[in-house]
């Protein structure tokens, strides 16, 4: 429902201790006037075994809680649930003390963000905030996080921006892989992918709220997901693609204020990647870029979009009604002849109010 805000996560109390369950075996023996000695020989245990199991240096094992059973008249299964109370106490008081450890690492991540958009809790505590966001990038560690993202195999690495700030441009990767998990896709077929291509170049007349569902649903029976997701602060890219899985491809787009041409002109960029790229590459587009898979990415789109064939009629244009006219003629939106115009002209200013200004945030 508009408006309301997303419901937190409520944690319950967690002790900064763990209690051996030799304490309340030593409350026992006490209670019975058993004494450790005897306890011992009771058992069958040695002496040593009985103290190292009252100071939690030594646990209780199924066999040692069937003994303490038939000695203490304790069920045997309390013994084992104090037991593995007290190791899975310790086991969080341990991983406690690790995230704290990396609360230098949360510092880089747009963690701000992040909450405001809902995808992690608002947390006052700074070792289940890095918890959070350790869950929500699906690592265990920083160092892990790190093997994965600052990999220098990724074609990211290319990026002035990855390099700069890694943690908010892997966190809008991110966000789209996990837009893209819920998007059921067929498996990915090449030939029906660029025959899908076809179909949405002549959606690129329709408004947002038409042509959204229906490009996706196109995409996904060609076995590619498309996500969109709103750009983080300083993290300038039009889009992304990466293989998921080896059937299943993402698109990633972001269009939050961006002009219908370069939002039309970045997905059919990445579709290039789809298409001709390699599986294992991250690929990331930048405006201007020298790389020449981009350079070949641009020429597809440019090409795909509006034939080359048409950039000198396109130069001469003089009217509005001249580009809705070609536009007609080409089956696009006359934004993005407009678009075509500036770009091959440098008229920035010009024919401008033909195209459109897409301004949503993620599409649902």
């Not at 066999?63 to 649930?81: F, I, S």
């Not at 009604?321 to 007609?328: G, K």
Request: proline share 5%.
């Amino acid at each position: 429902m508009a408006g309301v805000p997303t419901p937190k996560k409520r944690y319950t109390y967690e002790p900064d201790y763990a209690v051996p369950p030799g304490r309340t075996l030593s409350e026992v023996i006490a209670d019975q006037n058993i004494s450790q000695k005897e306890l011992a020989t009771r058992t069958g245990l040695t002496e040593q075994t009985i103290i190292r199991i009252l100071k939690g240096e030594q646990p209780i094992t199924f066999q040692t809680a069937n003994k303490l059973e038939l000695v203490t008249g304790v069920p045997a299964r309390m013994w084992n649930n104090l037991e593995m109370q007290y190791r899975e106490q310790l086991s969080k008081l341990e991983e406690k003390r690790e995230l704290e450890g990396q609360i230098e690492w949360v510092k880089t991540i747009p963690t701000r963000d992040l909450i405001a958009r809902g995808v992690i809790p608002e947390c006052d505590d700074k070792g289940q905030l890095v918890r959070e966001t350790l869950e929500f990038y699906g690592v265990s560690s920083a160092t892990a996080w790190s093997n994965i993202w600052e990999n220098p195999k990724v074609a990211a690495r290319r990026s002035d921006c990855f390099e700069t700030r890694p943690g908010a441009a892997s966190a809008w990767i991110r966000l789209g892989e996990l837009q893209a998990r819920e998007i059921t896709c067929k498996t990915y077929s090449k030939e029906r992918f660029f025959g899908v291509l076809k179909q949405i170049r002549d959606l690129t007349t329709e408004a947002p709220e038409a042509f959204i569902s229906r490009m996706r649903m196109l995409c996904a029976e060609a076995g590619v997901a498309v996500a969109i997701i709103k750009r983080f602060d300083k993290v300038p890219w039009n889009g992304a693609t990466k293989w998921i899985s080896p059937n299943k491809a993402l698109i990633l787009l972001s269009a939050r204020g961006k002009a219908e041409d370069l939002f039309w002109f970045s997905f059919f960029h990445e579709a290039y990647h789809v298409l001709y790229g390699k599986k294992s590459q991250l690929y990331i587009a930048e405006e201007n870029s020298t790389d020449p898979e981009e350079q070949r990415a641009d020429a597809f789109a440019a090409d795909f979009l509006i034939p080359k064939r048409y950039d000198r009629q396109i130069r001469n244009l003089t009217s509005d009604s001249e580009v809705i006219e070609l536009a007609n003629i080409l089956g696009v939106s006359p934004g993005i002849v407009a678009g075509r115009y500036r770009h091959l002209t440098r008229k920035w200013h010009r024919i401008k109010e033909l195209t459109r200004m897409f301004d949503w945030e993620e599409a649902e």
